[in-house]
């Protein structure tokens, strides 16, 4: 680990990544599963086609291609990298997947650790991932967003099977003592909420010894009530992302990207519009790639940032929300 020698008084981001699989499972394809259609998915929801995990993908190895990518782009060392924190809502591993990427990436002398928050699991592992570097401890880190709920989807319930994919991505950031490019943020749940989308264990009895009970693990698939979540989502964005221009002192006519969790097109518009933010400042992905959980944020800046969208120093708001429920909000500037 650096030593580290000065006090940081900021955060810099350096480098992005992500990875798909590359089975592609289109809206037409799913239409001869459930009772749906191309044009239906598509004018309600904003997505074509997403991603499915097959063999070989799994959220270790997602997350390992994406964070290698992100650190290709910086000029690091691995050895330099002091943290690397995965937000994941189905790891590869139930005791945690970042050790695995930490060791395929032979990042030594970082500590890794898996944090859960759902759809909000980037926006809350960047957060930490921050206040880490901010307050000296780390000057390196990989904050990686990597999801496989293609896994948890019930496959014959058209009302939530239609939204998900697989993906991950990644950034690399990095303490300064410079200047401060993390500008601000805020965090909320509401558990009393949480029915509205969960993914549930299924506890099985089974017996150890006769009159010793134990509950076997396994999980239930994703259960959502999708117009509450819905209603929940175009609620609570603009309330938190407003209250953090105020907080900033930035404003809504201030921001270059608008990266919103990629739930649904008709989320991203309607947030949008409430805070007067034009459809090109809007960065979307969905029609490629659905709902991606922890993995749409990271994934879809890094495609705006390859692409030159992104440029050094434009002001990007960005907000995760979901289950939980969970949501969070920050403002950050590129570089
Ligand atoms: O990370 C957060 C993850 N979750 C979300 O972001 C979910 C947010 N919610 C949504 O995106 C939307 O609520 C959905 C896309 C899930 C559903 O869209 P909706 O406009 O809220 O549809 P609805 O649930 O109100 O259903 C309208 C109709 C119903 O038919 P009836 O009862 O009016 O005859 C549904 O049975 O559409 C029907 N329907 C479908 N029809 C064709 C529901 N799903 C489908 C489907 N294909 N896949």
Redesign the pocket.
Known sequence: MEVIKFKQIGVSFKGSGSYVPEQILTNEKISQK????DE??QS??GISERRISSSGDNVTEMGYKAALSAIKMTNWDIKTIDLIVLATSTPHDLFGSAPSIQAKLGAHNAVAFDLTA??SGFLFALITAAQFLKGGSFKRAIVIGADQLSSFVDWND???C??FGDGAGALAIEATNEFDNFLGFDMRTDGERGSF?NLPTKNNRDSIIDNIDFLKGGFSPIN?N??E??KF?VREVPIILNNLFRKTKYSSDEVDWLVL?Q??Q??LDSVGERLKIPREKILSNLAKYG?T?AATIPLVMDEAIRDNRIQQNDIIATSG???GLSWGAAIIKWG
């Open positions: 459930v009772d749906t259609s239906w998915i309600r929801t759902a759809c058209r009302r939530s239609i939204l989308l959502m999708g117009q979540v819905y989502a969790h739930a649904n008709r989320i709902n959980s929300f979901g289950a």
